[in-house]
């Protein structure tokens, strides 16, 4: 390198100015043009920088977006699978059953599944026992006698969630509920043919066999066509018209029974009023919905809201409270379209020792204004769900109000997490193995327990928790906080059901502490179940008036229906006797009365019994006895012929 040096510098020395000049500037030339390159090639670099991270930064987004897409279509796949298992499939209770049965295992436990679908327990296992003793001597009989537990063991399908012995009970309670109806008895013979086949006077009637047919009549309207008298009196004659009021309201043709049909029908049955008028009209009755709305917003809120008021003050008295509530749309309430309003629903406990009592709200929002204001006198528990509104009542009220938790929502999180898995491809042994069904399983055994407890008295109730039903609830959330110490990685809707388990564990044991507290809260779910299916049929209310009518008669009906009367003549009843203690302002002139308007009342049995007479003693003017038919008698001469073939 320091030869090559020396010789650059020799050449140079050896260049006049003129050359040297000449070669720099051409040096120069050729500087300036690498330092453009240089340039030009530096500015692509930082375009291809800067091309390069936008790119980069497009491929995480695409990424993003590709993993959000991912997770939506898991959802609706999820979502889909829930809602055809919800239409289609079976309860999470019969589905374990089934599994069980599958993998032949000894142990039956009882079929919870009812809580939630029905109120129609088994009363094999509910209300047969009655004391604490009684229930440990069935469980030591249990003990000693493992077979006898197997062999009660229901023969279930995974092909069939009912097995066809099944049918026999409803046969028999169907057959049962006739001897309530009104009979019309008919003979049904023809003596021509029997003598025909048998030979005149060569037969008699041993005895009648009974066969049942049920009948409808139809068009159950009538017109009750009312003459008052016009008094002509003195020599002047002077007339004198005698007046009329209707008392249900004045100038219509509305009778007690024609109201009470139409409410029957809609909040009972679930039938809007556009087709009430549509049937109406189809039995010869011109009456428009127009009518049947103004009829039923003008007279409701008058009869039915004193009723209700006093039916309010009765539940706040029962320390122990159910909650729930659902959706409601409101179309001329002053918000916006599509705005959700709620219905809630208050109710005594199913296990309190008091009338039922079961009350409907209307509100325009879900905020805990509603149960402040409802609640402002309470003491005593809630069983709710997880709601947000119920803990802050809580905390609220300094100890006033306790809240308990739900273990139907507890299991429903857990069956969600279940079955949005795809089952298809595993065994029955593969299924309970996860720990989803195991979860299932160990609030199986607690309801099978808790089940067995309804009739019991609290106090008893209460010892047989602490001894049975608390180490199954031990047993549970010992095994759902192993799952979540675990540190395994479980799907996101197990991982919700485990958080939310964990999270309400104080509520969900709080059942524990008194015998009046149930376990779950599917008896408010049950009371608003018909309200579910009457929304789904007329959709929305107009306004907000009529909201509150629906939440008033929801109240009565529920309330008649869960004191086992009949929601019609009850219904009735209310609209006959409330306007009798109502002034001309339609105010109450004595509270007095409406201790006879509840359901339980002496004055409404007196006149539920009245009613039943009076219908059978209607109809049996309507299906007279007939003459018992015999047959035909032998002449004298048939008799001598008849003894001479003897002889």
Known sequence: MRADRDKFIDSMNSLDNTELRSLCLRLYDELTEITLVGNANDRINTESTIAYLRMEKELAETKKNLEERDKMISSLSEQLSLKTRTVFGRSTEKFIADIEEACDHTEEFVDESDIEDNDAHDKNDIGSIVSLEEYKKCRAEENTDPGTKKNKKKNVSLSSPKSGNDKAPRLSKLYESLKDLPMQLVYDLDIDKLNEDYGEGNWRIARWHEHFVVEKIECPLYVRKILTPVISSGLEHRMTTIPYKNPIKDRTYLSASLLADI????????????????????????????????????????????????????MLKCMYHQCDESYLLVNRDGRSAGSKSFMWVHSTSELADCNPIILFFYEATRGTDHLRNLLLEFHGYITCDAYVSYRVLEEESNGRIMTTGCLMHCRRYFAIALFVNDLKDLSAEQILEMPEVKVLMLIREVYAEENKLKSMTADDRLLARKEFVAPK??????????????????????????????NQEVYLRRFLEDGS????????????????????????????????????????????????????????????????????????????????????????????????????????????????????????????????DTA
């Open 517 to 644: 507290i149930p376990c779950d809260n599917g008896s408010s779910e049950r009371h608003i179940r018909r309200y579910s299916v009457g929304r789904s049929n007329w959709l929305f209310a107009d306004t907000p008036e009529g909201a509150k009518v629906n939440a008033a008669m929801y109240s009565i009906v529920e309330t008649a229906i869960a004191n086992k009367v009949n929601p019609y003549i009850y219904i009735k009843y209310l609209i006959e006797k409330m306007p009798e203690h109502l002034d001309s302002d339609n105010q109450l002139t004595d509270r007095k009365c409406l201790k006879d308007m509840v359901p339980w009342s002496d004055a409404f049995k007196a006149y539920e019994k009245e009613c039943t007479d009076s219908r059978n003693r209607a109809y049996a003017d309507m299906f007279p006895p007939p003459v018992i038919p015999r047959p035909p008698k032998r002449t004298p001469k048939e008799q001598e012929g008849v003894a001479a």
């Open 473 to 502: 609830m031990d047993a549970l959330f010992e095994y759902i906080h192993e799952l979540n110490d675990s540190g395994a990685v479980f799907s996101e809707k197990l991982s919700k059901a485990i958080s939310y388990a964990i």
């Open 263 to 314: 409410l029957y029908r809609k909040f009972v049955l679930s039938i809007p009023f556009y087709r009430q008028s549509e049937d109406y009209n189809t039995w010869g009755l011109a009456l428009s919905r127009q009518v049947i709305i103004k009829w039923v917003n003008e007279l409701v809120p008058t009869i039915i809201s004193p009723v209700i008021d006093y039916l309010a003050e009765l």
